[in-house]
Each structure stands twice: as structure tokens, then as C-alpha cells.
């Protein structure tokens, strides 16, 4: 009837981070300052809760919203994450949230080191070379994030009521804050993630 959302797991994989993700939830609603999941039904192979109404915040849709319209978007995202990233770090091991994609950037670099720099020419295998190396010498920051925070997907806006609302959190972990800031950017640019950030409240990391 267009109220409700199910959603079906099609491996193991997928089961276990659907009830990671039941169990971050319900830790997490009563802390959101916007509308997330609340998982009414659950069962093996299944979950449902009640649909959070809107659009998907595509890069096109926000194109269209007025500079007033922004500010608040970027107030209630600035709100959301600030709230996310002082998420108990104990609290969120005991649920079993996984840390930093499970070391995911450092295999990830090792493969664009031994696989594709080789491919690449002379000037941009050197360049390239020292980005990674670089990169995977930061120290990230250990906090709580959503993991997929991808606005065209994940981030529904109520235009009627002018408040977003945020769905999936399978791929919440313990990881920089950074990786949830980058479609902020995507979409909204400097002048947007700026605005965003005046709103944001946690503790900064300071390579953000």
C-alpha cells in the first residue's frame, strides 16, 4: 500500500548485515535527527519497516532547490552526521559494526600498487604511485558512519516538509568521517559542503 518496505536478503552475506543493521538501528533512532528505519518486522530472509516518503536527492533535484531550501538540507545533514559520528565506539563493537571496511583501503591500494600503476604510463604511474603511497600512510579517524552515504540512493527528501530522511545502513562501520563527506561534495560542491559543515558538530578531523 505504498506505507510499508521489505527488503530480502539473497545470501549470507547480505543476512548478516541486515541484522547488523536492525541492531545499530535501534541503538541509533532514538539519537537520529532525521527519519531512518524503524524495523517493525523481522524474520529469517526478511525485514520490514515503515516507508520513508520522498525523493531520492539526486544531483538534478538539487540543482533545482532554492538557496533557502539548501541551508536547511545542509543544517539536518550537518545535524545527522555530527550525531552518527559520536556514536559509542564500545557500543558500536558490541554490535559488531566492522572497522574501516575490514582494512579494505590498504588492500585496495596494494592491488592499484601491483595491478594498475603498472599500466598506466611513465608521468601518471609516478604520480599516481605517490598519491597511494601517501594515502595509505593517513591515520584515519575512528568514528561511526553510514557507510553509503551516496544522496541519489540513500538520502530521501519530504519536499512538502523540506526534511530528508536516510535509509540502508548495511555498510555502517567504524571508519573516517571523510567517506560519508565525499558525495556531499559530488553533489553540492565546496559552496554546499562549507554550509553543511557549519552544521556539523562532532569532532572535526582535521584532513576533512
Not at 552475506?13 to 545499530?24: H, N, P, V
Not at 515503515?50 to 533545482?64: C, T, V, W, Y
Not at 519536499?159 to 565525499?182: C, W
Not at 558525495?183 to 559542503?193: A, M, S, T, Y
Amino acid at each position: 500500500n505504498s506505507n510499508w518496505m521489505f527488503r530480502f536478503p539473497r545470501n549470507e552475506i547480505s543476512q548478516d548485515a541486515l541484522e547488523k543493521e536492525i541492531k545499530f538501528l535501534a541503538s541509533f533512532a532514538p539519537l537520529s535527527p532525521l527519519p531512518i528505519p524503524d524495523y517493525q518486522y523481522t524474520g529469517k530472509g526478511f525485514a520490514g519497516y515503515a516507508k520513508i516518503h520522498g525523493r531520492p536527492l539526486s544531483d538534478e533535484l538539487f540543482q533545482e532547490l532554492s538557496r533557502n531550501t539548501r541551508e536547511k538540507l545542509a543544517e539536518q545533514l550537518g545535524s545527522f552526521l555530527s550525531v552518527l559520528n559520536k556514536f559509542p565506539l564500545d557500543e558500536a563493537d558490541e554490535i559488531g559494526l566492522p572497522c574501516g571496511w575490514d582494512g579494505g583501503h590498504h588492500k585496495n591500494g596494494a592491488i592499484f600498487l601491483e595491478k594498475v600503476a603498472p599500466l598506466l604510463s611513465p608521468y601518471a604511474r609516478s604520480k599516481a604511485t605517490r598519491c597511494m603511497e601517501d594515502l595509505l600512510t593517513v591515520e584515519f579517524e575512528s568514528k561511526v558512519i553510514h557507510g553509503d552515504f551516496y544522496l541519489p540512493d540513500h538520502i530521501f527528501i519530504n519536499e512538502s516538509q523540506t526534511q530528508l530522511g536516510v535509509i540502508d545502513f548495511a555498510d555502517a562501520n567504524v571508519y573516517d568521517p571523510a567517506h560519508d563527506f565525499q558525495c556531499i561534495v559530488e553533489i553540492g560542491g565546496d559552496d554546499f559542503f562549507e554550509a553543511v559543515m557549519h552544521h556539523y558538530h562532532s569532532e572535526k578531523d582535521v584532513g576533512l
